[in-house]
């Protein structure tokens, strides 16, 4: 069986700043894997994946995610956070060949000025 | 382009009461979800259609139903609401390549308390 687990359920940072949100998967087989983001009263739109191929995937948004398969991780950065970037971030795993996408709880980012 | 479109946005029932959530979706995706959101507790699947005329349970399916009724939409049943059923209800779809490499495209929610 696979799961997710998302080690910050909050994270605050002051605008301009870099930030990090983490997550770890666990699965038995191979894995898509993919960062969701909710905005309030909002359903959650897709903001990067991993299918393949480069390990480093970007968003059009400024935020990056690497695959690292040793630690099985996909965790979120970005350099610099803008106000608007506040939101819930979701990491999501599909196992190849499966149907079924398994979400982290979530992490709230709060973008401080 | 609508995506995604779920109705009513926001619900209050009492204990004992049945209602329909409804879905529908116009990007011709074969497959659809329900899932309910939680604090702490991210999303959950309820019940999913890989196809039309397909339906399965998901993680958390008792207490729902759930119908196909065509490609576009997808329906969820509370035949007897309970306070635990109190959440946020969210339906998706998915399509177009592989089943496991396509994201889900969601809806904006259904809000429901049940008092």
């Known amino acids: 069986a696979q799961s997710v687990t998302q080690l910050d359920s909050q994270v605050p940072v002051f605008e301009e700043a870099p930030v990090e949100l983490r997550c770890n998967y666990s699965?038995?087989?191979?894995?898509?894997l993919f960062w969701y983001v909710q905005y309030p009263n909002q359903g959650l739109q897709l903001l990067l994946k991993?299918?393949?191929?480069?390990?480093l995937v970007e968003s059009i948004n400024g935020f990056e995610a690497e695959f690292n398969k040793s630690q099985t991780s996909f965790h979120l950065r970005k350099p610099s956070v803008h106000i608007s970037d506040t939101a819930e971030y979701f990491c999501?795993?599909?196992?190849?060949?499966?149907?079924?996408?398994?979400f982290g709880a979530g992490t709230r980012l709060f973008v401080k000025a | 382009n609508a995506g995604v479109t779920q109705t009513p946005k926001f619900q209050v029932l009492k204990t004992g009461q049945s209602m329909t959530l409804q879905c529908a979706q116009d990007?011709?995706?074969?497959?659809m979800y329900w899932y309910r959101q939680d604090p702490g507790m991210g999303l959950r699947l309820i019940y999913y259609?890989?196809?039309?005329?397909?339906?399965d349970k998901g993680e958390v399916p008792n207490g729902y139903n759930v119908s196909r009724l065509n490609k576009r939409e997808f329906s969820l049943r509370l035949e007897s609401a309970a306070p635990s059923q109190t959440s946020v209800y969210f339906c998706?779809?998915?399509?177009?390549?592989?089943?496991?490499?396509?994201?889900?495209?969601f809806g904006d929610g259904t809000r429901l308390s049940i008092l």
């Open positions: 998706a779809s998915s399509g177009g390549g592989p089943r496991a490499s396509q994201p889900q495209h």
């Open positions: 699965s038995s087989v191979s894995v898509y």
């Open positions: 991993y299918l393949s191929g480069s390990t």
């Open positions: 999501a795993v599909s196992e190849i060949g499966g149907f079924k996408t398994i």
């Open positions: 990007m011709n995706h074969n497959s």
């Open positions: 259609s890989a196809s039309e005329g397909t339906t």
